[in-house]
């Protein structure tokens, strides 16, 4: 199902907005201000999206030994502001050229790309990625800036799941720039694979810079871009299903929330889904659980229990077996498994805690 | 197969929680420090507010208006810091002096040790992180902070550290305790939200647990605000600080402060009712067998922090390689110790260890007391239980097991056979002064320590495989005086 969707382009997150099953999360605004208010700082935002980059060129002087002078700064957002798809069509193609600049070393191409695009044909369709920025030094290697707000103390990040998503997020835009790079005809070992992360140093908003080798997140997420099945496949699979007229009518909020969540679960009958605790943070998370929780699936629970499960159908069936029920031959390891620790449970439930 | 497995497979089909525990794991004070907290997005070192208090009917609410702005989050925090100090710190006001542990050297020691119960793990690393940032403040200067804030700060900071330490009970974090209780069909993310975990315990009549916990996991209990929440204080805040007019002063901020308050007034309520439900319920249960002793540990860390803190010794911020080693030893000795108290006090936890085959259970067939072996210069008693079991045994010949009534004196396997279609096992009692299972008694040995043995290294070297090209500078005081946001 995550596969149909990513082929078809549709946003998972905003498909189920309006039904009682919408996705329960959504950044604070403040969060989002923060963020905002930090990469306005590093780039020393004039407030009109002109940016003069001060703090960033001195962080970028002091850790990737960018001269004091000769710096050539260009801002692809204002160049072709928006996010529409022409824009970012726009922007990529202008990525491209300035890359095709950098790597040439001739005459004197910019060295600080801000708003990168970058485009992936995933699955048969185009995708665009925004790169914070491109740093770039003659007779260096390009590396790759992203821009976040969580704090660095005591040299260790507050939140690890965000240093985890943005070291992942940079590694993906040193992939997709390399691979641009290659496509031109240029060794892609022209991109570093260590990306400059800037993060606020402690309380306030002072930015640090720190580089960060991501080289094994991207060949995992090498693996992952390859395993997204091509849309036309896809389609194929489906036998006559139009899977691109059902996501209109269920992201089609005028409809009742009731004939958009049938028509889904509709979808997800023909197709199939996969659950799992790695699930969450997608908007289909409480719809997909839902399903589970209505077929008692075993995927309701942790992972590790789950695969103590393999062969049993449903989570009643398993009660059945752990209470002696006789198990068909597919079930049987699990069902004796389960037998055994029912039994062990009784007994202890008949035991006196020690005092 | 795990008892979890069971015990959530069952929860499904009856639609509420099963326990996994025959008793409590964990003291629960009467009369603990409650403290639930807001943040205002994913501001990290700050709360929006705190709710604090000895019991259900005593909530003290501390609001800052804008946490992001430090002379107004200083000033609301003050009130929190002083009932939390002088609740924290109350127990050292009567320390003495005494022994170590194991007679060693004498300590100054408080009779008993405070306890702060936080809805969940997420709280606990928030005051954490707020405590991280207090600890070191300067008291003089351009900027004095209050000492009182600063020592609030290393109470907290202390706290953070100390709660990964497994079985300890001077932080309870509620999802953490609850998960360890109970057994539900969730997985793992979903079980560190305690409105799901007390829905699923206990469910609306005629609705199914998971149902249930679904849905209350909609409205977060803190210190993570959503969306929706955060976007119902912004035009409060915003009117706040238009009002305001850039005062800090607290008379006028005290009195545009209302619309802020009751907002947090109303999630904090839900936070705190839930909080006090859940750990009245827990408190019903029976306490392990195990708990005042992980109780005696909790007393030393907390004088040994106690007076640290009196002595104003300054901590690193970071830990030295060294100490973090050191650190990470006691963290996963605490670990497996815990693990095995609790397993030796509960029959439920201990069913686990039969399934994997470190322990043993079944009747006493007969007692050899007349066995003797050959001491070093006369043969001594060494009395032999023979266990006719249940099951299979999977433990090795000579290894050392703990019989559940008894966790401290040990028996070695001596034999592995079969009588009767069964398996029978020889053990041989190592502490002649200890008492046996009768014959005929059903009984349970287990592998495992329930005392620790962890010593630290002496060793202040680094060891190789965790040498860095160049160590990291401290930077103590986390106040950045010339950027402040908002």
């Known amino acids: 199902m ?54 960033l060129l001195e962080l970028l002087r002091e850790h990737l030994d960018f001269e004091l002078s000769d710096v050539r700064t260009i801002n692809l957002r204002t160049l072709h502001p928006g996010k529409s798809r022409e824009a970012m069509a726009a922007r990529a193609k202008e990525t491209r050229r300035l890359l095709r600049e950098m790597a040439r070393c001739k005459e004197a191409p910019p060295n600080l790309i801000d708003g990168a695009v970058l485009e992936e044909t995933v699955g048969g369709r185009t995708a665009y990625y925004e790169a914070d920025g491109i740093a770039f030094r003659l007779r260096a290697q390009l590396v790759i800036i992203e821009i976040k707000s969580f704090p660095i103390v005591d040299g260790q990040a507050a939140d690890p799941q965000a240093l985890a998503s943005a070291l992942d997020q940079g590694a993906l835009y040193i992939l997709l720039t390399r691979r641009t790079l290659a496509s031109e005809g240029f060794p892609p070992e022209l991109v570093s694979t260590r990306m400059a992360l800037v993060c606020p140093q402690n309380v306030g908003m002072r930015p640090c810079l720190h580089l960060k080798e991501v080289e ?113 031959p597919v079930e049987a390891p699990a069902a004796r498994a389960l037998a055994a620790i029912a039994a062990l449970r009784d007994d202890a439930l008949a035991r006196v805690p020690p005092s | 197969m795990s008892l979890a497995t069971l015990q959530a497979i069952e929860s499904f ?76 710190e109350a127990p050292w006001a009567h320390a003495q002096v005494e022994a170590g542990p194991r007679g060693g050297g004498m300590q100054l020691l408080a009779p008993t040790s405070p306890q702060i119960v936080v809805p969940n793990r997420q709280t606990v690393m928030l005051l954490g992180r707020l405590g991280r940032r207090l600890r070191f403040l300067p008291t003089d200067g351009p900027q004095p ?182 650190h990470v030893r006691k963290l996963s000795d605490a670990e497996s110790v815990v693990a095995t108290q609790r397993a030796a006090d509960d029959p439920l936890k201990m069913v686990d260890l039969i399934a ?63 009588r009767g279609g069964r398996e029978e096992v020889c053990l041989m009692l190592e502490n002649p002064q200890a008492s046996l299972p009768e014959a005929g008694e059903r009984a349970c040995f287990f592998a495992g320590d329930v005392k620790s043995r962890f010593t630290p290294s002496p060793s202040r070297d680094i060891p190789w495989t965790h040498r860095t090209p160049e160590a990291q500078a401290e930077t103590p005081d986390l106040e950045d005086n010339e950027e402040q946001a908002a």
């Not at chain 2, 420090?33 to 005593?58: N, T």
């Not at chain 2, 200083?74 to 002088?86: G, I, T, V, W």
């Not at chain 2, 994997?356 to 043969?379: E, F, K, N, Y």
């Open chain 2, 13 to 88: 089909v009856s639609g509420h929680a099963e326990r996994t525990a025959m008793v409590r794991h964990r003291a629960l004070d009467s009369q603990p420090l409650m403290v639930c907290a807001f943040q205002l997005g994913g501001e990290p070192f700050s709360a929006a507010a705190i709710a604090w208090g000895r019991s259900v009917d005593d909530m003290h609410l501390a609001v800052a208006g804008d946490p992001r702005n430090r002379d107004l989050l200083f000033a609301a925090l003050e009130p929190f810091a002083r009932d939390f100090c002088a609740y924290f």
């Open chain 1, 2 to 55: 995550a596969g149909l969707a990513f082929a078809e382009g549709v946003d998972l997150d905003k498909l189920l907005a309006g039904t009682p099953l919408a996705a329960a999360f959504g950044q604070s605004g403040f969060a989002f201000a923060r963020g905002t208010t930090f990469e306005a700082r590093v780039k020393d935002d004039q407030g009109d999206g002109h940016c003069r980059y001060g703090p």
């Open chain 1, 216 to 328: 094994r997140r991207m060949r995992r997420i090498e693996a992952l871009l390859e395993s997204v099945p091509e849309l036309a496949a896809v389609r194929a699979s489906l036998g006559g299903l139009d899977a691109t007229a059902v996501f209109e009518t269920v992201s089609n909020r005028r409809r009742s929330a009731d004939d958009r969540l049938r028509e889904l679960h509709g979808l997800c009958d023909a197709v199939g889904t996969v659950f799992g605790p790695s699930c969450d943070g997608c908007g289909m998370y409480r719809f997909c659980r839902e399903r589970e929780f209505h077929a008692g699936s075993p995927n309701l629970l942790d992972e590790a229990a789950s695969r103590e499960l393999v062969g049993i159908p449903n989570l009643t069936r398993a009660s059945a077996l752990a209470a002696g029920a006789e198990p068909t």
């Open chain 2, 356 to 418: 994997s085959g470190q322990a043993i259970i079944g009747i006493v067939d007969r007692i050899d007391l007349g066995h003797t072996i050959l001491g070093p210069s006369r043969a001594v008693s060494r009395p032999l239980a023979y266990l006719r079991l249940d099951g299979e045994c999977f433990l090795d010949i000579g290894e050392v097991v703990h019989w559940d009534q008894q966790p401290q004196k040990s028996y070695e396997v001596r034999s592995i056979g079969t």
């Open chain 2, 145 to 326: 902070a209050d000492p009182i804030i600063v020592r609030h700060g290393a109470h907290l900071a202390f706290l953070r550290e100390h709660g990964p330490v497994a079985g300890q009970q001077l932080i309870v974090d509620l999802d953490g305790l609850l998960d360890e209780h109970w057994g539900m069909a969730l997985n793992a993310t979903e079980r560190s939200n305690l409105a799901a975990l007390d829905a699923f315990i206990e469910p609306p009549a005629g609705v199914h647990g998971h149902l249930a916990a679904a849905q209350a996991e909609l409205e977060p209990l803190g210190p993570r605000p959503d969306a929706e929440q955060d976007a119902r204080v912004e035009p409060l805040i915003q009117d706040f600080h238009r009002r305001r007019k850039g005062s800090t002063s607290p008379r006028v901020v005290e009195s545009l402060l209302s619309p802020i308050r009751e907002h947090y007034r109303e999630l904090l309520e839900r936070t705190w009712e839930t909080s006090w439900r859940c750990l009245e319920r827990e408190r019903g249960w029976p306490q392990a067998r195990h708990v005042p002793e992980r109780m005696e540990a909790d007393r030393r860390e907390y004088s040994f922090h106690m007076e640290g803190v009196e002595a104003q010794i300054r901590r690193r911020s970071r830990r030295t390689m060294p100490q973090a080693i050191a």
